[in-house]
Structures are given as C-alpha cells and as structure tokens.
C-alpha cells in the first residue's frame, strides 16, 4: 500500500464528491523535460488519513551523494487500532538513483508489529540482483535479467516531472516494488491541470496504476505531491509541516476507534447461527465493478443475477486438481518450507503419521496448542514460530509451510468469513491442501480439517503482489445471506 499524504480538512472527499474542489487551470501549458539536478531537492512532510481517521505521516527527502547519483530517502509511520489491538507499521527506503531517477542500488527496511524484514541490492549489467531477509535470517538471493531502464516505485512522483509535465501525456516504468518484492509496469496519465482550494497555486493531475491499485495525484512543477488520493479515496494525503504531520502520535493516542474495522467490516442484515458448523451457504454478492470475480470451482459457486451475483459455499465439496499441485509444493520468502527449522519441526509433529488426513489433523493441533491467535501481524512463517503468536494469515503462512515440508501440496486462500463476534463478514486468509487428489479447504485459525460454508473466497496467493486485487474490494462489498445452514 503506497500512502503518502493526507490532511484532515479533505475528509469530505470520502463522500465522493472531489469535483467540485478542482477547478481547470486552462491553456496548455507544458513543462520541459529535465533531471534531478535541476530541481529543487525538495525535503516535505505529509500526514495520513485512513477511513476519517489520522493514522500516520511520512517523510521525504532527495539529496546529491557523490559520483553524480542522488538518494531518494522516504520514511512512513503508521499507527492504528484494528480488532482492539495497537498496530504500528514502519517502512524506510533509500534508492541511490542517477540525474534520470534510474536505479543504481537500494536498501529497504519494513516493520510489521514485532517483525521485520529487509530488502536490498543493486542493479548493475541489465540484471537486478537482490536479497530478502525475514526474521532476522541469512537474505535469500534473487536475481532477474531486464529488458528495460529499471526505477524505484520511491520515484513514481517525480518521474512524469523529469519527462515533462504536459496534459494528456502517457508515461509507462519499469519498477521495483520493495514490497511486493516485484518487478512491474507503472502506468501514468497526466489528466488535467487544475487549481484547488485544496492547495496553493496549480498542479498536474496524475493518475497512476501499478499492480492493480490506482491513485490519483496532484503533482507541482517542482515534484512535489501537493494531494493524494488512494484507496478508492479512503486514503487521503496532502503536505503538511513537520510539527502538524507528527501530531499523529497524539490523535492515535487519543483516537480508540477502529477504523480499519469499520471500514472493513461487511455486516449482515441478520447474524447467522453456529457459523462455525455451517456446511452450505447461499447468499447475493454485490462487488465493486472493476474487480475480478470471486474464485469459482466446486465448493464456491456463482451465477449472475439482475444486479448481484448469487453464490453458493458448499463445505462438504472439494476441488479436483487443477494443475498446480506442484506450485503448491515450492517455498516462498512468506512460506519458507525448505528451511531446516521448518522441516524438522515438521517431521516431530507428524512422527509416523503417512497419510495426508493425519498430517493436516497432526499440524492443526500443534499449532492450536503452540500459536497464539492475537492481532499481531507477521511477514513468514519463521516470524511466526519466532513469537508463537499471529493473526490469521500467519497462522495459514506456517500452515502451509508445514504441509509443503511434509510433501502435501498446500496454497494460501484469502476472502472473507463470517465473525459472530461483530455480526458480519471480516477478511480473512485460510489454506488449501491437496488430499486425495483434491483441493480441500483447511481453516487454521479456527483448527478447522474442512473449513466452514462462511468462507468465501477471493483470490489465492501468498505475496502481497498477489493479494492487491483485494484492495477494490475492500469497503464497497454487499454480502446478503440467503440461506445457510
């Protein structure tokens, strides 16, 4: 998730009504083309504001460093409440960049609660080479040929000013995302150039897409990021000075709402009964329009209505194999089943148990017995074993890595599933393992060898690249239970 900026005077911009805060500047005026060297090395602060509430501030600096390169520093804190629980995010990047904003080296540091994790490398001879380190282990190496001018997600801002700000402009990148650990295609269009009461003077409209997540922002003819909107608006950004983008500390000390709860939560217009024991689950999906269809297969159906899609969870069914068996076999830097405190662990909890029924049964206890179920999120599987604590979808990480150590084909699911504790569907993370010849959906966190009808799933994946589709669907879901029992 990229967030950068927010204030709060531009919370009556979730409302969905931006455009009568935006007016065209008129005329066609473009700027020139030009390199970091002649721009202002800007220094600027921001606040966040997520779903109404200020939760964090970010921090960016661009400095010359010697041999003609520059650094892209960035900092963001963020800080909120979800399910009760005090969650903090850190993220600290510097990409070392030539005059062109072209990547030449980076080093990335993530907090995530009590975990951390750290990005770094280089590119050099039309390669990038790179390390990932989790849980405070030896970085796992990875290396990939470019066919193209690499740049850091970090620069996204400044390279349409580096190109020449004009409306109506294209641009396309190649990037290096730190967080997804990915390397994709940045899409730019400059929309419009506009004035605001929102800020001061006129800035380019720029829409930006990249991994499946949009965001539109309004950049001056120094780069500098006068308002962000991401998020479908629910993240809102704009400068700030120092002392007023710090004060988060205080309204996150003060603040005790939930709101990634409240924005996340899908209620149900009447609560279910023993959810925990539902085997069949009927009921009318209204989903944002730009994203993908729920996963379809045997145990989750979907037909079309007039407005809605109508679906049908059904526990008892499984899923033939599809082909992906041995995907579900490979480690990952999230689910590291090949390393040796994985297997071994592996190995003591199953001792002499062969079939894949007593292996799922066998890991399912221990991890009951073992791993807290708390609000604490983690990057790994490792991560999960080194605080013996974790929220769902660390509990589906160390599950899975378990499953693969022991040669049983298992992948990450993530959708939704119905909390009796809050009267609707919260999003959730859950697993699949092969049994049998096929897919059979295991909740960990619930202790669950075949998960309940109230699991409805989304996308399959383990890496955040693979979970942004998530996003569009977050906050403008309707779920309507017609049937379940």
Known sequence: MKARVAVLALLVLLAGCAGQYFRDAGGTTAEPSRTLADLPQPEYWTGIVFNGAKIGFSHTRVAPTAGGLYEL????????????????????????????????????????????QDVSGEVRDGRLRYGVSTAKRAPEQKEETLAETLYPAAALDLLPVLDGLAVGKTLRWLVFNGETQAVTLADQRILARETSDLF????????????????????????????????????????????????????????????????????????????????????????PERTSEPLLDSRQRCSRSSRDLIC???????????????????????????????????????????????????VL?????????????????????????????????????????????????????YSPEFGGFLYHTWAESLVGGSWRAVD????????????????????????????????????EVLEAR
């Open 73 to 116: 520093h960035s900092e963001a804190v963020l800080s909120f409440r979800f399910l009760g629980v005090e969650k903090r995010v850190q993220v600290r990047t510097l990409d070392t960049v030539d005059s062109d904003a072209r990547l030449v080296r980076f080093a990335y540091h993530y907090v995530l609660d009590e975990t951390e």
């Open 200 to 287: 001061e003077g006129s800035a380019f409209k720029v829409q930006t897409d990249m991994l499946g997540l949009h965001s539109t922002t309004w950049i001056d003819a120094r780069g500098l990021p006068l308002l962000e909107l991401g998020m479908n608006g629910v993240i809102v950004s704009a400068l700030e000075e120092e002392r007023v983008a710090k004060s988060y500390l205080t309204s996150a000390a003060v603040n005790k709402d939930d709101a990634l709860l409240s924005w996340s939560l899908i209620k149900a217009p009447f609560p279910l009964s023993d959810p925990r024991h539902a085997q069949f689950m009927r009921f009318a999906l209204l989903k």
């Open 312 to 362: 049908e969870v059904d526990a008892t069914r499984t899923t033939a194999e599809d082909g992906n068996a041995a995907a579900a076999l490979l480690p990952s830097a999230t689910v590291q089943s090949r390393d040796p405190i994985i297997r071994n662990l592996a190995r003591a909890i199953v001792g002499e148990r062969t079939s894949a029924d007593d292996k799922i049964d066998a």
């Open 365 to 417: 206890r221990w991890i009951d017995r073992n791993i807290a179920k708390e609000a604490i999120d983690t990057f790994s599987a490792l991560d999960v074993l080194d605080a013996r604590r974790a929220e769902c979808q660390g509990h589906a990480y160390l599950y899975a890595a378990l499953m693969r150590a022991l040669g049983v084909p298992t992948r990450v699911v993530n959708g939704l599933v």
């Open 444 to 479: 960990p966190t619930f202790g669950q060898v075949r998960a309940d009808a109230t699991h409805i799933a989304l996308v399959r994946g383990e890496t955040l690249a693979e979970l942004t589709p998530l996003v569009e669907w977050v906050g403008n879901t309707r779920i």
